[in-house]
């Protein structure tokens, strides 16, 4: 699917974009959002929709981590044992914040996975989480708005 093939489901498509994109598959939730607010797309309806869709796939993300199931990380997340581990000691120091980093590409996955296998309280990791990506889609935003 091209840029403009999600474009064809409005705004219903730029969740499902962000969603996926907040998972397993490597997608560019960012260049749908841009392509939607070029051609036009409200900006807080757009905002709202690729946030929400990519807040609940990072939280799938987070609870893919909690149930621990190596088997499924390692086979749809492609990520290895050792990876989540090594962030432990960070985990530690820092806490749910690193959701924060959510948003960037694959990096962001680890991070997440990583909360949810380390039992970082949900709740204030989706608030960290909903943060960071909201930042993230606004300052697209933002930089387009700036070249008009």
Same mark, same amino acid.
């Given at each position: 699917?091209?840029?403009?093939?999600?474009?064809?489901?409005?705004?219903?498509?730029?969740?499902?974009?962000?969603?996926?994109?907040?998972?397993?598959?490597?997608?560019?939730?960012?260049?749908? +959002? %841009?392509?939607? *607010?070029?051609?036009? @797309?409200?900006?807080? &309806?757009?905002?709202?929709?690729?946030?929400?869709? $990519? !807040?609940?796939?990072?939280?799938?993300?987070?609870?893919?981590?909690?149930?621990?199931?190596?088997?499924?990380?390692?086979?749809?997340?492609?990520?290895?044992?050792?990876?989540?581990?090594?962030?432990?000691?960070?985990?530690?120091?820092?806490?749910?914040?690193?959701? +924060? %980093?959510?948003? *960037?590409?694959?990096? @962001?996955?680890?991070? &997440?996975?990583?909360?949810?296998?380390?039992?970082? $309280? !949900?709740?204030?990791?989706?608030?960290?989480?909903?943060?960071?990506?909201?930042?993230?889609?606004?300052?697209?935003?933002?930089?387009?708005?700036?070249?008009?």
């Amino acid at each position: 699917m091209t840029f403009m093939d999600w474009l064809e489901f409005g705004y219903w498509g730029l969740f499902l974009a962000g969603f996926i994109a907040g998972t397993v598959v490597p997608l560019s939730s960012e260049a749908i +959002l %841009l392509a939607m *607010l070029l051609s036009g @797309g409200d900006p807080l &309806v757009s905002i709202v929709s690729a946030t929400s869709g $990519n !807040w609940i796939g990072g939280m799938t993300t987070w609870y893919i981590g909690h149930l621990g199931n190596w088997n499924w990380i390692e086979k749809y997340f492609r990520i290895e044992r050792q990876k989540v581990e090594a962030y432990q000691a960070r985990i530690a120091k820092h806490g749910a914040i690193l959701a +924060l %980093l959510g948003w *960037l590409p694959v990096l @962001g996955n680890v991070i &997440v996975l990583a909360l949810g296998f380390f039992r970082v $309280n !949900w709740a204030v990791v989706a608030f960290w989480l909903l943060i960071g990506k909201i930042a993230r889609y606004v300052a697209i935003y933002l930089s387009i708005e700036g070249l008009a």
